[in-house]
Nanobody, 120 residues
């Protein structure tokens, strides 16, 4: 059993900052790529940022220069620092991780989602 637990969402004014965290727990042998996705009302889920185990990152064009993804492999945790937030960043943010369990079964796991609302 593997679980991803997110935290850090909330309401923030335009130009403000938030930091999301996502901790993986359970029967984890190794975690490969980790990432954050978001889904706004009426839109499809989209990739925001991803990071490999070695620390290589990629970002959606819409967040480059404003968001930073990082991870702590010892804690099985991924972070998303969001600065200069805009109303269009409003969405439910989901953590994703590609995990290999102790039974050597690999798959994608998702968190439950955390709401981020950017509004004056």
């Amino acid at each position: 059993q593997v679980q991803l637990m997110e935290s850090g969402g909330g309401l923030v004014q335009p130009g403000g900052s938030l930091r999301l965290s996502c901790a993986a727990s359970g029967s984890i042998f190794s975690i490969n790529a980790m990432g954050w996705y978001r889904q706004a009302p009426g839109k499809e889920r989209e990739l925001v940022a991803a990071i490999t185990r070695d620390g290589n990152t990629n970002y959606a064009d819409s967040v480059k220069g404003r968001f930073t993804i990082s991870r702590d492999n010892a804690k099985n945790t991924v972070y998303l620092q969001m600065n200069s937030l805009k109303p269009e960043d409003t969405a439910v943010y989901y953590c994703n991780a590609h995990i290999t369990t102790w039974r050597i079964v690999s798959g994608d796991y998702w968190g439950q989602g955390t709401q981020v609302t950017v509004s004056a």
